[in-house]
């Protein structure tokens, strides 16, 4: 009983302490409600007061939307602004850009200068005003008064432009031409529009006028193979920019937004008409009157005269970020003043501009196509010749060096090579050309042709796109070690391995493992693939690309050599599988879709590439002496019209390598057998092969043999050039080229 009475009393102790837990509870929440019920009517009753109606409240609404909006505008300029001000990291920006660099070519000679003249750069306060008035004039009127990016001076730009029907201004500052010159390349792009407004902006927040107006006028490209309006006034006028009269001023003045369309010693007449035009804007700028331009219109200036020879302006732009890279890398001393002597074999590089020209002069209307691209390298790595497009003074940007493309099956290669190195394949093995699909992706051959069961080579020489997916699984199957063993699952292993042998070899784009990346899907650059040629022209060693051969400071003295100071040539790739891959390349050139790029008396070997819709076409070839790779295509990757690699880029390929092998040494490709002359020489090819049977009682059976295998060349070459306005260019191409 007593048990019983005290559990009672605890339980009914318990009771009221959790009732009066639950009264407080209520008690606090109810008290909290009566706050936030009298802090709402406060607020409530303190809006009423704020309330506008009528006319105002549109303008109170506007305002809050203004506002909202702008907070987006400057989140999502915040964002834009990043990647651009990640190219001003470096606090040493503006002294890297003070390099000197005189470049001579492979046999000494001066053929070029890059960066500040440090020994004559001219004061701005002794260069003749009315030559800074004519620049300003015609390049940016307002300069002394925008804060980088002129709204006024683009919308006058916009409406002359507008009335004009093309082009007649343009509108960007000369601030941000000038962030374009230190930071960005010329590539034509949204991108690198909204980064050069950004650096424009930064440019006048830590520079004065007159050291940006200083900089633009050092570093500007002028045409000629000249930066900066001093290297020009000596090029042009052979004087300095402080003796330049107005007639002579006012022609430079012309040369900054189309320095190869207006340079003197190019078109004269052009150049002139320009000048008149940088003097009526004076005129116009209220700067001089009439009577004040009268004679420089009436004795237009005279500039001395000039070879119309081309600078190789690709190869030392590039030549020079080469130079610029070693020198932040402390391996040059602190000498701002240098003397590099490259590998630039003029005579080719002559040839390489030549050939782009004419083909696309010839035949780029037909096939739609406005641009081209080639590099020249021994197997060494040394770069003999650049062509990075079609002009560089309408475009700077380096398609050979900086562009990134999808090579298409010019990448295959690697696929094979990949395999070769497994041991599992040869290339005497008969693979299966039949269909092949990775889930729901099934790719298929060039002009749909179907292939049953062939030996590995002829599946390079018909570059079928099915047999080299399937040598990814090949791959995979390989190396698989794994348990969950199916096709999918061995593509991608053997895909992981085509991109490590990839790198290995010289690709240093960021390539995506995707399905069609066997079949040359990736992007990569032009100088790139040539690194990879190297590799097998060289039998196995890793050849990163250079041109700088020698360097001397301003005392002459040699500070950098790349045989002594520069990285050993690596081998990255067993050179058995080497040999045995260029042997295979070497059919693809004598019977296979690269046909047109055969060398009378020369081995050669190489791959061609189209993408798909015909956006890119390339051949990359090699011999034992010389590397060299064609890219043709648009710089908005349009389509083109059904051009193969094996036509309008084997071509290219014949004509630069067919000059670049007279008169030397001639090597086979590595592991590649076959007799190979001292010195090649190139024969006329005969009216007809009837000509040749004729003719046949005074020429041996191996003069025969040869005149005959030179008619067989040149009807290949025929087949390969497009037919004439009103025939079918791409019925043509399809006839000639094999499939890809």
Known sequence: MLQDFVKYLLGKRLSRVLLDFDSRVDSSLYGAGVMARAAYTSFSSRMDQLHVSGFARFGVEAACE??????????LALALAIPAFRETSDSDWLKKQDLAVTFLDRTGEQVGQRGIRHDDSVPLEQIPDYVIQAVLATEDRRFFEHWGIDPIGTMRALTVNARGGGVVQGGSTLTQQLAKNLFLTNERSIERKIKEAFLALWLEQHLQKRQILKLYLDRAYMGGGTFGIQAASEFYFNKSVRDLSLAEGAMLAGLFKAPTKYAPHINLPAARGRANDVLQNLVNAGVLTEGQIYAARRNP??????????????????????VAKLSAAGKLGSDRVLIVRTGLDLGIQKKADAAIEDALRLYGKQFRAKQGATVVMEPTGLVRAIVGGRDYGASQFNRATDAVRQPGSSFKPIVYLSALMTGKVKATSIVDGSGICLGTWCPHNYGGASAGHLPLVTALQKSLNTVAVRLSVIIGQAYWTGKDANQWNFAKLGRAKILENSHKMGITTPLTDTVSLPLGAGDVKMIDMAAVYSVFANGGRRAPPFAAVEIRNSNGDLIYRRDRDGPPL???????????????????????????????????????????????AWFDGFTGN??????????????????????????????????????????????????????????????????VVEDATTLSRRSLAVMISIEDLFDTARRMIPPRPGASAASAVVRAAAAE
Not at 66 to 75: E, K, R, V
Not at 583 to 604: D, F, H, P, W, Y
Request: hydrophobic share 40%.
């Open 301 to 322: 200036a005279r500039p001395v005269d000039r070879k119309r020879d081309l600078s190789p302006d690709w190869y030392l732009d590039w030549a020079y970020d080469e």
């Open 570 to 616: 690596e081998q990255v790739i067993p050179a058995d599988k080497i040999a045995e891959m260029n042997n295979m390349m070497k059919e693809v050139v004598s019977g296979g879709t690269a046909r047109a790029a055969i060398l009378e008396g020369v081995t050669a070997a190489g791959k061609t590439g189209t993408t798909n819709a015909y956006r890119d």
């Open 626 to 691: 010389y590397v060299c790779t064609v890219w043709f295509g648009n710089d908005d990757s349009t389509s083109m019209n059904n051009m193969t690699g094996g036509s309008l880029p084997a071509r290219t390929w014949h004509e630069i390598m067919a000059y670049a092998h007279k008169g030397i040494e001639l090597k086979n490709p590595y592991g590649v057998v076959g007799p190979t002359p001292a010195v090649s020489a190139r024969p006329q090819a005969p009216a007809s092969t009837a000509a």
């Open 66 to 75: 203004g506002l909202t909006l702008g907070l987006g505008g400057a989140i």
